[in-house]
């Protein structure tokens, strides 16, 4: 059995390394690109949206190297992504392809196929133990990656030579990957923190603060996003996003598992603006932004493809939140035609805005 | 006291309900006014831009109603049933008008939520209702009526008539070219949104099947087809009578009318391209939108309606030269 899986930021070395320490071959999904983009679009239906596109051109480049298996995950709707691989396997299908569809669905209402796909993919023999061993490495590499992530967000706007941190942050994603068991893992973990804190900082600047809000994919995958934090830290912004994997995790499919609703402080910020759950991130978007405007950032960008659902509900909100809390709201909508160009100059004027209405606040702009 | 009821969503589906209960209430029922170029292009400058056509056009008929009522019924239909909800689209409504029309009168948003059974629509009419009058009996009366009107509507769906079209079953069930055409009903019986389209079927000479001439028992029946149950209320239903028309083959094509940023459709209309294209049923989908242009689609439904003319003339050929 040789396993292939969506690509989603730094999860995918994390993922590679439960797959195999489980018994299973594993065929690492390449980064996605331009080809898989137009794989994607070529057999995905228009009005698709941006991640259906992406993770169907990341099975069929899977597919092409070889893998026999595909493993994803479903959802309870009523956001589009949960009948993802239904379609997704059809299509499939239809092209030629054969191979097996494991979609793990959450926990609540599917335990019993929960349970048991998780058994189809322990492909070697291992004790309770040894496998609470794997997921607890896992695990910690994944809090590790979100670790140095949220590190790179907070000095890349003060960094004196453009690009170092993206630099010194990729060697750290590196390092982390190479690690092998929990004990190294500790090790490089100062070894990051040591690194990141090494880059040249400015001293006499204030970055401006924005919030980063949105559906799950785009926000997590660069490739999806062009970068954005990236584009966003280099033009003096502090970002601070919503949603890291690990905490997603928490959050949704464990708590899940006890019939309790995660990020209950958020839900309850979004309350007056959004009173139902839309499905997706629409009200935790709604909810992160009234929070964000609290904190007393400057602005919010909620990211989402073109045509998802919960986010266009979102969208619609969001204007009387900006109104109410007096912060400014960028909706950027990204699908396969959007250009790094023209996204940068939108961000480029939006942060402009940004510092000059701080200026403002502080009685400096004369 | 003046209530208004948008011409757009589930108009189509609930219209005669809600009109009974509320008269029976004592409210004067306002409905917007049948679609216009102008309620379209009020909905196109108020919506977010990349609703979906039939949600701007939603908005559009809240606008048309601002004016002229003291209320505006904007539900918040969340499910009908155990298996599915509604579009996120539906569950977010009140919200979106609410925060995106300004000046707007008092909305009243009940929450339909018959997860729980159908006992709750009982309890959710008395909660509507204790609103306007503190007789309960009146309630209940309003709350009778209203659901035999509903009956009554969808009956008459399943005799073949479009009431929403004022089209009787002489008129649809008349031609020679069996069609399902599927589509939700708030596109569908829009005449001004669907640029007439079932009426253009028919004077094209076709038999028009649409999605609530299936009883529900005989949609049922395909449920299983399905691996995974989708997410919406109206989507099963299409699909399900799709998957009906596709075991039976009582029509001669299918075409499915969807619009322009169609959420849940991307899903629900490739699985039937798929399906049909497996067993060889001709399929033809419609996209629309605010620009979508008369002639265009005339041409492309009369070439579809010829095709399966001929298509019809060849396999009885072949039959009689090999029977």
Redesign the interface.
């Known amino acids: 059995m040789k396993i292939t899986y969506p690509y989603m930021g730094n999860s995918h070395i994390a993922i590679k390394n439960l797959l195999e320490r489980l018994g299973n071959e594993v065929v690492v999904p390449p980064r996605p690109s331009k080809k898989t983009l137009s794989y994607g679009t070529q057999h ?6 941006l991640p ?1 596109k992406i993770l169907l051109g990341t099975y069929i480049e899977g597919l092409e190297m070889g893998a026999d298996t595909i493993i994803s995950t ?1 959802g ?5 992504a ?2 993802y691989t ?2 997704q ?3 499939l299908r ?1 092209l030629g392809y054969e191979f097996d569809f494991i979609t793990l669905e959450p926990p609540s209402r599917y335990l019993n196929a929960l349970y048991k796909n998780i058994k189809k993919i322990i492909n070697r023999p291992m004790t309770l133990k040894e496998f609470w061993h794997v997921i607890r490495f896992v695990w910690e590499q994944l809090k590790l990656f979100d670790m140095a992530e949220r590190k790179s967000f907070e000095i890349r706007p003060l960094e004196v030579n453009q690009g170092e941190t993206s630099k010194v942050y990729r060697e750290c994603v590196d390092i982390i990957a190479e690690a092998r068991t929990i004990e190294e893992l500790k090790e490089i973990k100062n070894e990051v923190i040591k690194k990141m804190d090494s880059i040249d900082r400015r001293k006499d600047f204030e970055p401006v603060k924005v919030g980063l809000v949105g559906e799950i994919y785009v926000v997590l995958e660069p490739a999806a996003n062009l970068e954005i934090e990236e584009t966003l830290g280099e033009l003096g912004v502090y970002v601070e996003r919503s949603m890291f994997f690990t905490h997603y995790t928490v959050s949704n499919a464990i708590m899940d598992l006890f019939h309790l609703a995660g990020e209950r402080n958020v839900k309850k910020a979004a309350r007056p ?8 991130h ?1 009200r935790e978007s709604v909810g992160n932004a009234v929070l964000y405007a609290k904190r007393g950032f400057d602005g919010v960008i909620q990211l989402s493809p ?5 986010e ?2 979102a ?3 969001l ?2 939140v900006a109104k109410k809390y007096d912060i400014s709201v960028l909706s950027l ?1 990204l699908d396969e035609q959007t250009g790094k160009a023209g996204l940068r100059t939108r961000l480029e004027a939006f942060v402009d805005l940004l510092f000059k209405k701080k200026q403002k606040k502080e009685g400096r702009f004369a | 006291m003046k209530i208004g009821i948008p011409r757009a969503l589930s108009y189509y589906t609930y219209y005669p309900m809600w009109k009974t209960f509320f008269q029976i209430l004592g409210l004067e029922v306002v409905e917007s006014d049948a679609t216009t170029k102008k309620i379209m292009d009020d909905g196109v400058k108020e919506a977010v831009t990349d609703a979906c056509s039939p949600i701007k056009l939603y908005h559009g008929h809240v606008m048309n109603l601002m004016d002229k009522v003291e209320c505006i019924f904007v539900p918040r239909l969340v499910s009908i049933n155990r298996e599915a909800t509604f579009c996120p689209k539906f569950l977010g409504l009140p919200d979106m008008i609410q925060y995106t029309i300004n000046n707007l009168p008092p909305l009243l948003s009940p929450r339909i939520d018959l997860k729980k059974g159908k006992g709750e629509l009982l309890k959710i009419c008395y909660r509507v209702g204790s609103k306007f009058t503190k007789n309960p009996f009146l309630i209940y009366k309003a709350y009778r009526n209203a659901i035999q009107e509903l009956k009554n509507y969808a009956a008459s769906f399943l005799k073949g008539a479009i009431p929403p079209l004022k089209l009787d079953s002489s008129q649809t069930q008349k031609g020679d070219i069996a069609l399902a055409v599927l589509g939700y009903p708030y596109m569908l019986y829009d005449p001004y949104f669907s640029l007439n389209l079932i009426k253009k079927l028919i004077d094209l000479g076709a038999k028009v099947y649409t999605l609530e001439m299936l009883p529900e028992k005989a949609k049922l029946k395909q449920a299983d087809k399905l691996k995974k149950t989708l997410f919406w209320t109206y989507s099963n239903s299409i699909i399900r009578t799709a998957y009906h028309f596709f075991e039976n083959k009582r029509v001669d094509g299918v075409i499915h009318i969807t619009a322009f940023g169609c959420g849940p459709d991307f899903i629900v209309d490739k699985l039937m391209e798929l399906e049909a294209k497996e067993i060889q049923m001709p399929f033809l989908t419609v996209i629309l939108d605010e620009q979508t242009g008369e002639e265009g689609l005339k041409t492309r439904l009369e070439a579809f309606v010829d095709m399966l003319r001929l298509r019809r003339i060849r396999h009885e050929n072949n039959i009689s030269l090999h029977g």
């Open positions: 995905a239906p228009e009005f698709a949206c259906f479903g309870v709707g009523p956001c589009r949960g009948l239904t379609l396997e059809r299509i239809s603006f959004f009173n139902e759950m839309c499905g997706g629409g073109f045509t998802c659902i919960p266009i509900v969208k619609s909100v204007p009387a909508s």
